[in-house]
């Protein structure tokens, strides 16, 4: 297959290059560069042998994406990773977020029918799920979200959807991410947020690098064995092998299909922190702060869907994230110096 990473210079869109790469298929990755550097594709091209062409341009820029289908010959599928996807940016900027990660969307899907492509894999999030759920989550839970950005993952499905039932041809999979960390074993590609990282495993990278004093932990009063929150973490090269994985399915199967990328296992703030400590011999400073407005207090994946039609499942454990997103850390601490 050739295949379209809109947003293929970014973390998960760089391991997956990397993935398909190693599977025999072809890419080509659409990026903006806002929130991520051309290097992560030389890079996917060292570890790999292989080439992935990037263009510079815009997925809301019709001329941008044509180019792509233009000058790459046949594109057979597409994995829109393109998005703003900071959760509390987007609390400040809904307009932005509204109209980028949906414009880019729309356009996509114009595109890919002028060009004959017919299978789409959409980047969604777990946050869809909202919050007061049981666990595990199951793809067929009620939806609900308590962002703007997680509204426009919503929002995203719906479209994606209700294209796939207007159209025969229309492939989809709609992919619900759990907790992506880690980096590839090779510490060449990582994750490298723009700032103050939002997230929990860059923020103790850049803890344990020196670069910031110490981790808030987001609350402790939560109603968890140690009380602080607990996630369903995924080593990013699981997560890129399952969109593998995914892409194949999508190219034998009309319509959507919804499917949760996790692990299954649930792991509290201090597991990470106590297991990032123990598998790196290192101290992480941190302090019990008051809960982060917005948190839920538990989020894990029912994973049998994921198993039972894509015949995949994650293999790598919290320890080998640990030493991954260190590794990364350690080998580039400014990332990939944009
Ligand atoms: C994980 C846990 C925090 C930072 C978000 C988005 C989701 C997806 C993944 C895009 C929580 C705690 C965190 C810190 C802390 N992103 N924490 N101190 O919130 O589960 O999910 O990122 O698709 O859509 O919602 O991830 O890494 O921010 O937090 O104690 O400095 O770590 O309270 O329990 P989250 P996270």
Partial sequence: MKVLLTGG???IGSHTAVALLEAGHEIVALDNLYNSSPEALKRVEEIT???APLVVG???DEKDLRKVFEQYGHIDAVVHFAGLKAVGESVQKPLDYYQNNLDSTFTLLRVMRMYGCHALVFS???T???TNQEMPLREDFPTGCTSPYGWTKWMNEQVLTDCAHADEKLKVVLLRYFNPIGAHESGRIGEDPAGIPNNLMPFICQVASGKLDHLN???SDYPTPDGTGVRDYIHVCDLAEGHVAALEYAMGHAGVEIINLGT???YSVLDIVHTFERVNGLKLPYQITARRPGDVAICY??????????????KRNLEAMCRDSWNWQKHNPQGYGK
């Fill in 301 to 314: 994946s029912d994973v049998t869907k994921a198993e039972r039609l894509l015949h995949w499942h994650a």
């Fill in 124 to 126: 969604s999030s777990a």
């Fill in 9 to 11: 210079a970014g973390f």
């Fill in 128 to 130: 869809v799920y909202g």
């Fill in 58 to 60: 815009d997925c809301t």
């Fill in 217 to 219: 932990v987001f609350g």
């Fill in 49 to 51: 042998g292989k080439k």
């Fill in 264 to 266: 299954g296992e649930g």
